[in-house]
């Protein structure tokens, strides 16, 4: 008996081990460039993983083909990290794998990631990211293009409002709600024409602007949007928002924005923001 208990202690030891052994590693980020493909054509996606950690099997990184809730569907082949294969550059712990879509089904499709490491039994999973297939969508009087998801639609806007347009899933906004909040989704774009006459960079525009904001500004940040330098000022509003500024040569600014508090939406918007061909 004492024997029996003895080696039950041991095997629970050691799979207490292993567990945390195997939770020390990660794989650093996934993503997908380009996140959104239009319908029809065939567009060149390549998918990269960044794993720092040093005990990485190099020929134990997959691509995988999931479902939307991650459950795995299928492999679709090794990534690569020797510069072949849609791979950049060899070594850097970057591993690539190039997918050519042929766009001939719109929708949406799921990847994850999946990593082997020296010394552990179990492979690391990343989180899932998505590539949309989707039509590209043109807005009347707003010389923008994006891709935007297939059941998504061009929501009436007043009629005053000429240069707004709002992308989203329903025809109707519900009262609000916990459920309207989660799972209605608003992707908004605005040409506010001359706003920036005197041309000054997005940052001093935004700036000169910001004390007019009525709601607290959580943060700011300068990226890239469609080649071109933007701000990004995440708002505390009945949602959190993000909104992205484009300052125009000639004088007008392009404001995009989305709600950050949808987690089943929020993959939709970086991918259609990433989509954005701006005049």
């Not at 997959?62 to 090794?78: E, F, H, Q, W």
Request: hydrophobic share 45%; net charge neutral.
């Amino acid at each position: 008996m004492k024997r029996t208990r003895l080696l039950r202690r041991c095997c629970l030891l050691l799979l207490m081990a292993s567990v945390a052994f195997g939770a020390s590693h990660s794989i650093d980020g996934v993503q997908a460039n380009p996140s959104a493909v239009t319908t029809g054509l065939v567009t060149k996606v390549i998918v990269t993983a960044s794993i720092s950690d040093q005990d990485v099997i190099a020929a134990g990184v997959n691509l995988l083909s999931v479902a939307a809730d991650g459950s795995v569907i299928k492999i679709i082949g090794p990534m690569h990290d020797d510069g072949l294969n849609g791979d950049a550059t060899a070594n850097d712990h970057i591993f690539s794998l190039q997918l050519n879509m042929d766009g001939s089904v719109s929708g949406n499709l799921y990847y994850r990631v999946s990593a082997a490491f020296k010394g552990s039994l179990t492979r690391v999973l990343s989180g899932v990211i998505l590539v949309g297939v989707w039509n590209q969508t043109t807005l009347d009087n707003i010389p923008i293009t994006f891709n935007a998801p297939p059941q998504w639609s061009i929501q009436p806007v007043p009629s005053n409002s000429s240069f707004r347009r709002v992308v989203s899933n329903v025809l109707h906004y519900s009262a609000i709600s916990v459920s309207s909040l989660q799972n209605e989704s608003q992707f908004e774009i605005s040409i506010r024409q001359n706003a920036n006459p005197q041309q000054l960079t997005v940052d001093n525009w935004f700036t000169s602007k910001s004390s007019t904001i009525a709601v607290p500004i959580l943060s700011t940040a300068t990226v890239t949007v469609s080649g071109q330098s933007a701000l990004v000022v995440v708002l505390k509003e009945i949602q959190n928002r993000a909104h992205y500024y484009i300052a125009r040569s000639n004088g007008d600014v392009i404001e995009i924005v989305f709600p950050l508090d949808q987690p089943n939406f929020l993959a939709e918007y970086q991918a259609m923001l990433q989509s954005l061909v701006l005049p």
